[in-house]
């Protein structure tokens, strides 16, 4: 019992309360840059899935518009009305044309239209996918200032007790087991690559 009366010495719990204090503000100072990540990639997130719809809309209207050109191309028996619809053509509708004359509006022109569309959303997810990975590692910090925290009450309710109080070994135990918890804790927090 007298060996383990050495955890409650003014050194140790001196220590402790340090380490303790010194890990908690890092892992809080971590977390809210985890945070930061997050916001951050979060509104890039949202303006490009902003920035696609948008896109898809454009290229919606210029669709409809191809239609338009390509219905008047088809039904009018007049050269110079043909030459005017065929030179309105996107260069979209000019390539499908040449590519496929059989399926001028199959699914090639389609993916030509809404390319720009499909790779805002494509670093919108990317972008979303961050912002959750930022988020994990965030939770996770957050869990090692509440362990490191208590390992810090824990030092501290020891520190102000007579050394003769089994209380403080106690109070000097738990604060050990939480800053090895809290330790092991953050060595596991996912990193963001």
Same mark, same amino acid.
């Given at each position: 019992?007298?060996?383990? @009366?050495?955890?409650?010495?003014?050194?140790? #719990?001196?220590?402790?309360?340090?380490?303790?204090?010194?890990?908690?503000?890092?892992?809080? /100072?971590?977390?809210? +840059?985890?945070?930061? $990540?997050?916001?951050?990639?979060?509104? $890039?997130?949202?303006?490009?899935? *902003?920035?696609?719809?948008?896109?898809?809309?454009?290229?919606?209207?210029?669709?409809?518009?191809?239609?338009?050109? /390509?219905? =008047?191309?088809? !039904?009018?028996?007049?050269?110079?009305?043909?030459? &005017?619809?065929?030179?309105?053509? %996107?260069?979209?509708?000019?390539? %499908? +044309?040449? *590519?496929?004359?059989?399926?001028?509006?199959?699914?090639? &022109?389609? *993916?030509?239209? &809404? !390319?720009?569309?499909?790779?805002?959303?494509?670093? %919108?997810?990317?972008?979303?996918? !961050?912002?959750?990975?930022?988020?994990? @590692?965030?939770?996770?910090?957050?869990?090692?200032?509440? +362990?490191?925290?208590l390992g810090l009450a824990f030092a501290a309710w020891?520190?102000?007790? $007579?050394?003769? *109080?089994?209380? @403080?070994?106690?109070?000097?135990?738990?604060? +050990?087991?939480?800053?090895? &918890? =809290? #330790?092991? !804790?953050?060595?596991?927090?996912?990193?963001?690559?």
């Amino acid at each position: 019992m007298k060996a383990l @009366r050495i955890l409650g010495s003014e050194m140790i #719990l001196g220590s402790l309360v340090v380490i303790l204090s010194v890990l908690t503000a890092l892992a809080s /100072y971590q977390g809210s +840059i985890a945070d930061s $990540k997050q916001n951050e990639h979060e509104i $890039k997130a949202m303006q490009q899935l *902003n920035d696609g719809n948008a896109e898809y809309l454009s290229a919606n209207q210029f669709i409809v518009y191809d239609f338009s050109m /390509y219905d =008047g191309w088809y !039904t009018t028996d007049d050269e110079e009305k043909a030459a &005017y619809y065929e030179e309105s053509y %996107s260069q979209e509708l000019q390539d %499908s +044309i040449a *590519n496929n004359p059989d399926d001028i509006f199959g699914e090639d &022109y389609y *993916n030509a239209m &809404y !390319t720009e569309a499909n790779a805002y959303w494509e670093e %919108s997810d990317a972008n979303f996918e !961050t912002a959750g990975a930022w988020d994990n @590692r965030g939770d996770g910090l957050q869990l090692v200032v509440l +362990i490191m925290a208590l390992g810090l009450a824990f030092a501290a309710w020891a520190s102000l007790l $007579k050394e003769e *109080n089994n209380m @403080r070994m106690v109070f000097s135990i738990l604060a +050990i087991i939480m800053l090895v &918890y =809290g #330790l092991i !804790t953050y060595l596991g927090v996912p990193s963001v690559a």
